[in-house]
């Protein structure tokens, strides 16, 4: 009698083939479908403008992403800085999110731009409450607590000379306490104006972020110049950070026409009517 269990040893070596080439077909189609998985890229584009303005190399940068990517590229020399590649589209998105806030943290000045199809009403508002939060902290920061500090001194220097002048000591002495009373009064004024021009930029700054119109006489333009199209929601984003950053470089340069800005303005555009 033959047992059942004692195969010819060309059965085994056919059956244990046959196996084998089973493993084999089916790790290359789990390599093959991993190899056609859609992967999800984020894009860092540089900025002509403030290419020697990136506070970290970019691979650090990339080090720092939460969550991580799968795999990235970086040539910080070319206009895409780099391209971060995710298994997961909602890493992706959160990653984009991510570098956005560390942008406005002042890490970097790239700009993250999602390539590939999403939902950009959800993004756009994720990336706008950033922009909120940003620019309010601008707005109550050291630059304008800076020249807030500076007018109360000038206003205390002011009220002493308001009292030399109640007694004088000569007629000397009362015309150069008066000439220095005008000139920090002068002085004070245009401080005020710059922090005054400020605010207004930033207010208008602040309509855009909300996606509000700021209409013709708005101190800034955030729309194309050349035909008013309005840019696509990350290079839109772009340009309100560079804006944001440009007033807060002029407010803090101190240069006195700043402080006349809307009132030059308002003169160019009753002269256009």
């Not at 002495?173 to 005054?196: D, G, I, T």
């Amino acid at each position: 009698m033959i047992n059942s269990n004692n195969q010819h040893p060309s059965t085994c070596h056919h059956q244990h083939s046959q196996h084998r080439q089973s493993q084999h077909f089916y790790r290359h189609r789990n390599f093959r479908n991993h190899q056609n998985q859609s992967l999800f890229v984020v894009r860092l584009f540089s900025n002509h403008r403030n290419n020697n303005r990136t506070q970290s190399p970019i691979e650090t940068l990339i080090s720092q992403c939460n969550p991580k990517p799968d795999k990235s590229y970086t040539n910080p020399t070319s206009a895409v800085a780099a391209s971060l590649f995710f298994h997961d589209q909602n890493d992706a998105i959160v990653a984009s999110v991510f570098l956005w806030e560390r942008r406005l943290a002042g890490d970097h000045v790239y700009t993250p731009v999602t390539d590939f199809d999403v939902n950009e009403g959800d993004l756009n508002e994720r990336i706008r409450g950033l922009f909120k939060l940003y620019a309010e902290k601008v707005l109550e920061g050291e630059v304008v607590k800076k020249l807030e500090r500076k007018i109360e001194n000038l206003a205390v220097e002011i009220g002493k000379f308001t009292s030399f002048l109640k007694r004088p000591k000569g007629v000397r002495v009362y015309s150069e306490n008066k000439v220095k009373k005008e000139a920090l009064r002068v002085e004070m004024e245009v401080v005020v104006k710059r922090v005054e021009e400020f605010r207004k930029g930033m207010r208008c700054l602040m309509d855009c972020i909300e996606g509000k119109e700021i209409g013709d006489l708005g101190v800034l333009r955030v729309h194309d110049e050349g035909n008013g199209r309005k840019m696509g929601i990350f290079y839109y984003w772009s340009r309100i950070h560079f804006l944001i950053l440009r007033e807060c470089r002029r407010v803090e340069n101190g240069l006195p026409i700043y402080g006349f800005r809307s009132e030059f303005l308002k003169m160019l555009h009753s002269q256009q009517v």
